[in-house]
């Protein structure tokens, strides 16, 4: 093996560490997901007052709709065999979720971009532990 082929086994093969990150990050927002999702299949009120103001429609079965999205990309990531599937479906989620807030005018790094941090946890976790994903965005020394 040359030293290229070393260096890009090592850059796409994952440690223990990484694994450990990735597992702890992709949990964190697994865990994250779940509860969002469960609080927009009950829902709760305060699911529904905020929908009304990001002027999305503020009846159960619009929160519901949401809620069983929602569940159904934490499921898809939760799954190692799917998780890059979901991920990817949790990317346009989220991106979506920028854009309502962006469009109801909601405070830039608490609301707007907190879409954007779940999808560097969503990443962050898969490029971690994952080779496939550790090949597809490869980071260069």
């Given at each position: 093996m040359?030293?290229?082929e070393q260096i890009?086994t090592?850059?796409?093969?994952?440690?223990k560490?990484?694994k450990i990150?990735?597992?702890?990050?992709?949990?964190?927002?697994?865990?994250?997901?779940?509860?969002?999702?469960?609080?927009?299949l009950v829902?709760?009120q305060v699911?529904l007052?905020?929908s009304?103001?990001?002027?999305?429609?503020n009846?159960?079965?619009?929160a519901r709709?949401l809620?069983?999205?929602t569940?159904?990309c934490?499921?898809?990531?939760a799954?190692?065999r799917?998780?890059?599937?979901?991920?990817i479906l949790?990317?346009g989620?989220?991106?979506?979720?920028m854009?309502?807030h962006?469009?109801?005018g909601?405070?830039?790094?608490?609301?707007l971009?907190f879409?954007?941090?779940?999808g560097l946890?969503?990443?962050g976790?898969?490029?971690f532990r994952?080779?496939a994903?550790?090949r597809?965005?490869?980071f260069?020394?």
């Amino acid at each position: 093996m040359t030293t290229i082929e070393q260096i890009q086994t090592l850059s796409t093969t994952p440690g223990k560490a990484a694994k450990i990150t990735g597992w702890v990050l992709s949990g964190l927002l697994i865990a994250f997901l779940i509860f969002d999702g469960a609080i927009k299949l009950v829902p709760l009120q305060v699911v529904l007052d905020t929908s009304a103001q990001l002027g999305i429609p503020n009846d159960v079965t619009s929160a519901r709709i949401l809620g069983v999205l929602t569940l159904l990309c934490a499921a898809l990531y939760a799954i190692p065999r799917t998780s890059i599937l979901g991920a990817i479906l949790m990317t346009g989620y989220l991106g979506g979720a920028m854009a309502t807030h962006f469009n109801a005018g909601s405070p830039l790094f608490s609301h707007l971009l907190f879409g954007f941090y779940l999808g560097l946890f969503a990443w962050g976790g898969l490029w971690f532990r994952d080779p496939a994903v550790r090949r597809m965005i490869p980071f260069r020394m």
